[in-house]
Every structure is written in structure tokens, then in C-alpha cells.
């Protein structure tokens, strides 16, 4: 046994990448990053004025959310339903095969105080108008879902970019000693559109990339987490202990070992997580009433409704950034949004799965005082057209020049709908907002100027929103 790695592959301590020890190491010197470059034992960034919300969960609904047969309703729709789709430019849609206009099969009715229109689809969440600020001038750059679902969570079409959760843990730091400053749930059904570059750091450094744990049922949430079979704590303990008196050895022959610092530190964040994160993911702790809120006593929606509640509970214990993903396995079967084939058929499964789990998630949220600090962003990548996919089809094609998303939470009006698209839902005609209007506006709920949040790179200062981006204030409180 001559090297310390060897050291610790035999006292039971994993040094993998996906494995617990990895984590650590990471999110060490996450901590030790400060966001000029520098290095620092505080992980505190001082955000650029004073923040709204203190920390974001983020579903992101993959597949292409249709904003007319969920949050913007479209009457004229039910007067023209059959003819033909005219003046409106030229086709947007993925596959090129336009039919006919087509009104929404689900029924729409005004809810809450506010009266914001919202469809049959989505009972529970119509139960939340009141806290939502719904966005119906959404407009994307891309039709096909891996660049555009790359355009949501990067700012950037292109692969390689980091990801907005990445620039938030670059900019902001972490709030915990004990976990990840950024934790993705992916939907147990399979990965999005692009896979876990949805989360990547890009050229950040790799410290702020997204911690993804496993979310299949019966799964560990990450790899190597417990101490393994045969090896007592008694053992486990005179181990680190004699690891501990070997690295202080080293670093008394090598001062200014700033590498090694990072190091011990990570080890002791290993020891941590192995409590904290069983503890925090053990949703069998919460009451069987919160259980059945979340939809875990449903087939349909027992998959994101953990995933809902786990954020809930990561939230609470420090993670600054949960992202949540509604919507995988792209191809067939089709386990997301991707309403090619029939809008009622596929949106009704999807929705099964994610209505009650969200609403569950925003209420839950406001009954603790959560909501107070916490963004909620829900979004997808984009919206879906009001003509059928071909002639006689029920189903509709991809549409990028008018959608929906919403937030809810700190820093955001209540019972609001911003923005408006045309009578058929094809155009965003009041008040567009861009992706990188989106980013702007999230980032300065948290407190971060969108345009002096940069890191240079390949002779760039680059940014998440690029060269572009306005903060809307319309939907701020």
C-alpha cells in the first residue's frame, strides 16, 4: 500500500467520479472557488444587489408543451376549428406538414381571484393561479428539441455551454457545508433531450457543474454513498484517522499545498454527505398525508412526485439550485411531451404524471414559508402549433414563436398573466419575451446583473444571456 489512493480504495473510501468521493472532491472545491478565479475558504459570494429569492427549484417540462390546450386559451380557435391555417407567415413546424386549424380538446375555465385561464389538463396546478405569474409571449430560437432545450437551460443552441443552474452556483456559492450548491433529478423514465449537458459547466470550471442523482425506484441517489459491506465503523474510524495524521505529515513537508488542503476538506464533506444525504433523500420520513399530496400513491405520478418532494427536502437543507426534469426517453415509446401523434393521448399521460406533483411542490412550499425565498421556474422548450400535424391528424407539430411558462414565488407578482399571442396562439403579438429575456429576469430575482455575471473564455467574457436579454419587469414585485 504505497500511495494514498491505495490507501483509500482498501479503507473503503470510493475516489470515482460517479461515486460519493468524486461528489465531494468537486463540491470542495467548488467551495474554495471564488467567482473571480480566486481561491478562498469562504464559499459566501456577494451577489450584485439585493436578492429576491434566495435559492430556485426548476421543472422543465421536455418535449414541447402545447401553451393552447394548457395556459392560453384560445376561443377563436373553437370558431375556426377545420379550416385552414392562412396568413401567418411562414410554417414553423418541425415535420412541415400543416393540416388544419384545431381548437383545444380540453376545457378551459378562469381560477382563483386572478381568473387566469386554465385548462381541464392541469386541475391541480389551476389550483395555483393565484401564485403564478403566467408568461404567454414566450418565444424560442430553435423548433428541434436538443438545441432548444439546450437554448432553455444554457442561453446557447450550441452544446458546451454552461448551463444556467452552473452560472448560478458560479456566481452566487453555496448556502450548505453538507451537500451540493446544484442537485438535477432527471425524470426516472430517462434523460432529456441532450442528455446531462443539460447540466453541464461548460467552460466553467467543472466544480459548478450539476450533481445528478438517480431517481429509478430502489436506487441509491448517488453511487457508493455507504460505507461497504465489511468494514466496521471501529475500522472505518482508525482509517481516517491514520489518513488524517498522514496528510497533516504532508503538509507539514509541503506548505502552501493549497491542492491537498482541497482534498482533506473533501474527505471531510464525504464523511457529511454519507449523513446527510440519506437523511435528506429518506422520504419515507414525511407524513403519509404529504405522501398522497404529492401523488406518490398514484402509478402516474408517483415518479416525479418523489422527485418533488426530495427537492422540497433539498431545498430545505441547503441546496441552492434543485432542477427537475417532466419528460424522457425521446423516441419510442415517447415518455415526454412530444404531442406528434395525438395532443390529447400524449398530454394527458404526461400531465398525469406532473400536475399534482408540481402543484403539491408550490403548495408545500407556501404552507412552510418557503415560497417566500424560493423561485419556482416552470418551462419548457417550446410550444406546439394550433393547426394539426397533417390533414385529420390530432396531433400537433413543434412551435417556437409563441409559448407559455410561469413563475411563482419570491420576488414574483401574484395571480398575473404577462403578455399575450395572437387570437390562434401562433405568434407572440404583446409584450415578447425571449429565453434570454427569461434568463435576465431569473437571474435578477437572484439578485445577479445579467450582464457583469461573465467569465472569460477563448477570448469572450461570455455570459448566460449573451449579448442579449432585458429583465421583465412586468412580472416582478
Known amino acids: 500500500m504505497n500511495t494514498r489512493r491505495e490507501f483509500l480504495t482498501h479503507s473503503g473510501l470510493n475516489l470515482g467520479s460517479a461515486g460519493l468521493g468524486g461528489i465531494a472532491l468537486a463540491w470542495m472545491l467548488h467551495q474554495d472557488a471564488g467567482a473571480d478565479g480566486s481561491t478562498t475558504v469562504s464559499s459566501a459570494i456577494r451577489p450584485h444587489f439585493a436578492p429576491r429569492a434566495s435559492r430556485i ?27 385552414t391555417l392562412d396568413n401567418k407567415g411562414e410554417n414553423k413546424g418541425f415535420f412541415g406538414q400543416p393540416g388544419r386549424l384545431m381548437k383545444s380538446p380540453f376545457q378551459f375555465a378562469q381560477h382563483g381571484q386572478s381568473g387566469a385561464w386554465v385548462s381541464d389538463l392541469l386541475p391541480a396546478l389551476a389550483g395555483c393561479a393565484d401564485d403564478m405569474a403566467i408568461i404567454r409571449s414566450m418565444v424560442a430560437k430553435s423548433n428541434n428539441h436538443t438545441p432548444a432545450t439546450f437554448h432553455m437551460n444554457s442561453g446557447f443552441t450550441l452544446n458546451g455551454y454552461p448551463c444556467m443552474g452552473a452560472w448560478l452556483s458560479y456566481g452566487l456559492g453555496t448556502m450548505n457545508d453538507s451537500l451540493p450548491t446544484f442537485v438535477v433529478l432527471p425524470d426516472p423514465a430517462g434523460m432529456p433531450a441532450g442528455g446531462s449537458i443539460n447540466w453541464t459547466a461548460g467552460f466553467l470550471p467543472a466544480a459548478f457543474q450539476g450533481v445528478a442523482f438517480r431517481t429509478q425506484t430502489g436506487s441509491e441517489p448517488i453511487e457508493d454513498l455507504r460505507t461497504p459491506d465489511g ?94 426534469f417532466s419528460g424522457g426517453a425521446f423516441g419510442q415509446p415517447r415518455n415526454n411531451w412530444d404531442a406528434h401523434e395525438s395532443v390529447v393521448e400524449n398530454h394527458g399521460k404526461m400531465a398525469a404524471t406532473m400536475d399534482r406533483p408540481v402543484a403539491a411542490l408550490i403548495q408545500d412550499l407556501k ?58 396562439g401562433y405568434f407572440a403579438v404583446e409584450n415578447p419575451v425571449t429565453i434570454y429575456d427569461f434568463h435576465a429576469t431569473i437571474l435578477h430575482l437572484l439578485g445577479l446583473d445579467h450582464t457583469r455575471l461573465t467569465y472569460y473564455h477563448n477570448g469572450v467574457q461570455r455570459r448566460l444571456t449573451d449579448v442579449h436579454g432585458h429583465v421583465v419587469d412586468g412580472i416582478m414585485s
Open 367 to 424: 404552507q412552510r414559508g418557503m415560497l417566500d425565498d424560493t423561485l419556482v421556474v416552470w418551462c419548457t422548450e417550446f410550444g406546439r402549433g394550433p393547426a394539426t400535424q397533417g390533414i385529420d391528424s390530432p396531433g400537433r407539430d413543434h412551435h417556437p414563436d409563441a409559448f407559455s411558462c410561469f413563475l411563482a414565488g419570491a420576488g414574483v407578482k401574484k395571480g398575473i398573466v404577462f403578455g399575450a399571442s395572437d387570437e390562434v
Open 231 to 324: 468494514i466496521s465503523q471501529t475500522a472505518r474510524s482508525a482509517s481516517l484517522s491514520l489518513l488524517q495524521q498522514i496528510n497533516t505529515d504532508y503538509a507539514s513537508r509541503h506548505p502552501g499545498d493549497s491542492v491537498l488542503s482541497a482534498r482533506i476538506r473533501s474527505y471531510e464533506l464525504a464523511a457529511k454527505m454519507q449523513t446527510t444525504v440519506p437523511e435528506v433523500t429518506d422520504i419515507s420520513q414525511e407524513t403519509a398525508a404529504t405522501q398522497d399530496a404529492y401523488g406518490l400513491n398514484d402509478s402516474r405520478s408517483a415518479g416525479l412526485g418523489r422527485n418533488c418532494l426530495m427537492a422540497r427536502r433539498l431545498l430545505e437543507n441547503g441546496v441552492r439550485f434543485v432542477q427537475l
Open 57 to 83: 427549484v426548476q421543472i422543465f417540462c421536455g418535449g414541447g408543451v402545447s401553451h393552447i390546450d394548457t395556459f392560453d386559451y384560445k376561443p377563436e380557435l373553437e370558431r375556426l376549428h377545420g379550416k
